[in-house]
Structures are given as C-alpha cells and as structure tokens.
C-alpha cells in the first residue's frame, strides 16, 4: 500500500548517545525489530526487504550472509546486511565504525558498498583504514521512483523473459555487468552468475525484448521485489540500437511491468549519467534521494 511507502519522505531521526550502543549478528528472533527498522524507508531498503519477504527471517544465510545490527540500550537503532556486499540499513553514518570493525572481523572480502550516500561514504572511510581499499566510489548515484502511470508510451516489444532465450539473454547481462563495473560477472565462476540469471527469469523478474533475429534488443530486471516496492537493476540497451530514442518506450514498459507486482517502482543511476536521468525523467521518475557504491 502507498501508505507503507509514505514515510520515504520524513526525515530520519538521530541516533541516541551512543553509550549504550552494542553489536552483534542478528538471529530469527530479531525479524520484527528489523523489519520495522527496514519498513521506515521501503524504497531505500528494499534490499533487505526483499531478502526478509524471501526468507522470512533475519537470521544468517546457510552460506554465512548476515546482518549487522547495531543496537542502542537494547532496541534496534541501525544495520548492515553483510553477504558479497554490505548494504547499511538505515544507518547513522556516526555508527559506521561499529559496523566496519564487525564487517571487518568476519574475514570476509565484500565486492561492493551500496545504499544510502551518507552511509555508504561513512564505511568506506572506515574500511579503508582497516585495509579495504575501494578501487572505485560512485558517490552521488539519484534514488528515483515512479508511482504513477508512466509518462511515455510503453514499447509494446517489452515481455518477462523466456528461458528457452536463456543463451541470448545470459551474454547480454553479463556485457552490461561489465560495462557498468568494468569486469567480467564470470571472474568469480560462470555457474554462480548464470543461475542468478536463471532465477530472474524463473521469477519473472527478467524483462527482455528480442526483435525477429532473436536478437536482445533492450533488457532490465526487476532485481528486488517486495509487495510494495520493486528496484530495476541491470538497464542495458544493445549497443547496435542505441542512438534511435528507444530507452524512453522500453523504461515505461518496465515500469508497466513492474506495476502489476508493487506500486512503487525506484531505481538508482550514476549522477554523471546524464542521458538516463534525462530518460528516467521523461517517463516520470522523480528524485527521492542520493545512493553511493563503493567498488572494493
């Protein structure tokens, strides 16, 4: 409901002394106090939203994920999933050392920092001083949402993906994973990517148009989903078709697409990305707020 989504408007309130604060890796028992830490801004932390809508517990992944929770004389103040990523849950970035020391002392190595700009940043600074040293920082990525009609005639081409097209789709998200971030999505093993892949398009999370020569022509995915909110990732025009004036027709047909799961559709964009914005903004996307990624 649009009233769930409301309070992505207010502003956030501060962190209290931080002498009572503690830390440890959240268990089952602590799925209510983060769902309703999470639920105080569903477009920013539809992440974990959708992770906890997935799973149904906080608690910690058979493959070791888990989240980070900060809390404050025994109440939930602030979070950090920590899996190959970390993503801050409304986090004050004056809790950042915490997390960072807790992250750090995991052993694990993180791919990436997203979410929320301040926070973001906050770890990044902190890490970096215990030996995570970014290769690349994208500090001001706009959070934009639509929760309206779109603003542009939807490209009819646009359908949920098709794993008979499995082998056409596969290559076309891994030449966008590696323009975005500049390797290949294969360095880490082709089977993990390719069932992440898969299970879009099982979902029906994965939106593709094939033109006649059952070529991909445009492709995003819904890349997390939650009865309120959906977050399209992976926005990839074919190099051959770009130029034409297309994206603007594909992103309503997204965003039509999207409707008929949750009524708010958001998504984050690089800041020196001009020409998406101007595309994102033609179809009626508005700015609710500024993410950061950091590279590791």
Not at 52 to 58: E, K, S
Not at 140 to 163: E, F, H, K, S, T
């Amino acid at each position: 409901m649009l009233s769930r989504v409301a309070p992505w408007l207010a502003s956030r309130k501060d962190v209290a002394d931080p002498a009572g604060l503690s830390v440890r890796t959240l268990d089952g028992q602590d799925t209510p106090a983060l769902t309703s830490l999470a639920l105080q801004d569903p477009v920013a932390n539809v992440f974990i939203l959708a992770h906890l809508r997935a799973t149904g517990t906080a608690a910690p992944t058979s493959g070791g994920a888990g989240v980070i929770g900060i809390f404050d004389d025994g109440v939930l103040a602030g979070a950090c999933w920590a899996g190959a990523n970390l993503v801050p849950v409304q986090l004050d970035p004056a809790l950042a050392p915490l997390v960072a020391q807790a992250a750090n002392s995991s052993g694990r190595r993180y791919a990436s920092a997203f979410g929320p700009a301040a926070a973001v940043l906050a770890l990044n600074t902190e890490l970096a001083e215990l030996g995570h040293h970014a290769h690349e920082v994208r500090g001001d990525q706009p959070l934009m949402v639509i929760d309206g009609a779109p603003q542009v005639q939807a490209n009819p081409g646009l359908a949920q993906g098709n794993l008979a097209d499995f082998d056409r789709i596969l290559p076309a998200c891994a030449a966008m994973f590696e323009e975005e971030v500049g390797y290949s999505p294969y360095l880490g093993g082709r089977e993990f990517y390719s069932r992440r892949v898969e299970g879009l398009i099982r979902q029906g999370h994965s939106l593709v148009h094939l033109n006649e020569a059952r070529e991909v022509v445009f492709k995003a995915e819904l890349g997390a989903v939650t009865e309120d909110v959906t977050q399209v990732q992976g926005v990839w025009m074919n190099p051959i078709f770009r130029g034409q004036g297309l994206s603007a027709g594909y992103m309503s047909a997204v965003v039509e697409q999207a409707q008929k799961i949750a009524p708010v559709t958001s998504l984050y964009v690089n800041g020196f990305n001009t020409r998406a914005r101007s595309t994102y903004e033609r179809v009626g996307f508005r700015q609710v707020g500024t993410f950061a990624t950091v590279l590791f």
